[in-house]
Nanobody
Framework: QVHLVESGGGSVQAGGSLRLSCTASEYTLSDHCMTWFRQAAGKEREGVAGINKYGETLYADSMEGRVTIFRDNAKNTLDLQIFALKPDDTALYYC????????????????????WGQGTQVTVSS
């Protein structure tokens, strides 16, 4: 069982930025497809960004330009920087992974995920 732990969520005003972080023990993040998802109240979970073993990044069209996903292989961490936050970004953000080096074209679908973190809440006020 892979144990992913997110941190960095919180409350922020619209226009601000946040950096979320994910780490895992006994699991090398850089060997796998790693993704960030989010789920707002009453909505389906959706993919935000992904990065594969080779460092190639993927972004949801709705978020591109406002998020950056990056990985620190030495620290075994995965981060998501979100800029220009909007109230619509309010959601529980999840770190996720699958047992593949590549993310594939369906990376944004929750069905492709093997392991989930517990989530970290991001709340954006106007």
């Amino acid at each position: 069982q892979v144990h992913l732990v997110e941190s960095g969520g919180g409350s922020v005003q619209a226009g601000g930025s946040l950096r979320l972080s994910c780490t895992a023990s006994e699991y090398t993040l850089s060997d796998h497809c790693m993704t960030w998802f989010r789920q707002a109240a009453g909505k389906e979970r959706e993919g935000v960004a992904g990065i594969n073993k080779y460092g190639e990044t993927l972004y949801a069209d709705s978020m591109e330009g406002r998020v950056t996903i990056f990985r620190d292989n030495a620290k075994n961490t995965l981060d998501l920087q979100i800029f220009a936050l909007k109230p619509d970004d309010t959601a529980l953000y999840y770190c996720a992974t699958r047992d593949d080096a590549s993310c594939g074209p369906s990376w944004y679908r929750q069905e492709t995920v093997t392991y989930w973190g517990q989530g970290t809440q991001v709340t954006v006020s106007s």
